[in-house]
């Protein structure tokens, strides 16, 4: 960064989510080394793991955050020719916009998921209950498909880090301490409504259908697959799984991984959808019913 040429062409532009803060503290080290003229913008990315690409060309905004106006304008230019609307704010309401964002995400994911807890005790179809929720234009659709839980590198790790945000400023971020246990508890529930069915999981053999976190990807970071096969094995079940895209990870070990939802089944005690893969629309086919046990 010593190198960086004339005022003229010195910018930092910070794309990653970083705590709230981080610019500030980039600012100030930038000026006790005396490179005031380096500009520092906040320009959060909004990529969703899978369709980066098509998030990158049609952004829904582009949030950027400056210290000095000029510094924001030549960020904004860059995305002249883009169709979205181009947020101007301050350094850290910019850092803290990627981290509600997602962590508001990750709230409808557990609303929805009590949701379905509850419309299973009352007798009502969660995914009807989703769609008569979702046509309401201040709501919509997103992110209230009930399942599993939320994974991945983003979620988890934001959500984790905004409610240590808040403590560490004083504040006790409750909606957030729900969000976790709601998600963590959600995995539990998997494991008791096989018991329910099956006894004791012991010599069962259990098909962990999708491994990754989501679809459309191969990234196992916090899946629930892994909780999932760890707690299965903890219980003494044979556990065996199938994705297209992962064939094996360190932290599925004693998973038999195999090439083909049959394959996966053949045999099994029970099966369960983890990654809403569209290879698994049609699971509940003939040909699974019998090659299962």
């Given at each position: ?30 000026d ?17 793991e ?11 905004r ?5 210290f ?73 659709p ?84 892994i ?32 090439d083909t ?22 699971l ?10």
């Amino acid at each position: 960064i010593d190198d960086l040429g004339d005022p003229g062409d010195s910018l930092l532009v910070m794309k990653s989510t970083v705590p709230v803060g981080t610019g500030e503290r980039i600012r100030a080290r930038l000026d006790d080394r005396g490179l005031e003229h380096v500009g520092y913008v906040s320009n959060p990315e909004f990529l969703a793991e899978g369709r980066a690409i098509q998030d990158f060309m049609s952004p829904d905004r582009v949030v950027i955050g400056a210290f000095e106006a000029p510094h924001g304008d030549e960020v904004a230019a860059l995305y002249a020719d883009f169709d979205a609307p181009i947020v101007r704010m301050s350094v850290p309401s910019a850092e803290m916009v990627k981290l509600a964002a997602n962590a508001f995400l990750a709230t409808r994911i557990s609303f929805i998921n009590e949701i379905a807890n509850v419309s299973e005790a009352v007798g009502a179809d969660v995914e009807d209950v989703a769609k008569g929720v979702g046509l309401d234009h201040r709501l919509g659709p997103h992110f209230l498909r009930a399942g599993i839980g939320f994974g991945g590198s983003c979620f988890p790790k934001d959500v984790s880090f905004l409610k240590l945000l808040a403590g560490n400023s004083g504040y006790h971020f409750q909606l957030l301490n729900a969000v976790i246990e709601v998600n963590e508890l959600q995995k539990r529930r998997v494991v008791q409504k096989l018991k329910d069915h099956l006894g004791s999981l012991r010599g069962k053999t259990i098909a962990l259908l999708g491994l990754a976190f989501k679809p459309n990807t191969d990234d196992m970071r916090e899946a629930p697959s892994i909780v999932l096969a760890s707690r299965l094995q903890a219980e003494g079940a044979d556990v065996r799984g199938w994705d297209p895209f992962v064939r094996g990870h360190p932290s599925l070990d004693g998973v038999v991984v195999h090439d083909t939802v049959l394959d996966a089944v053949r045999d099994a005690d029970a099966a369960v959808i983890v990654t809403e893969w569209d290879e698994l629309s049609t699971l509940a086919s003939a040909e699974v019913r019998e090659a299962m046990r």
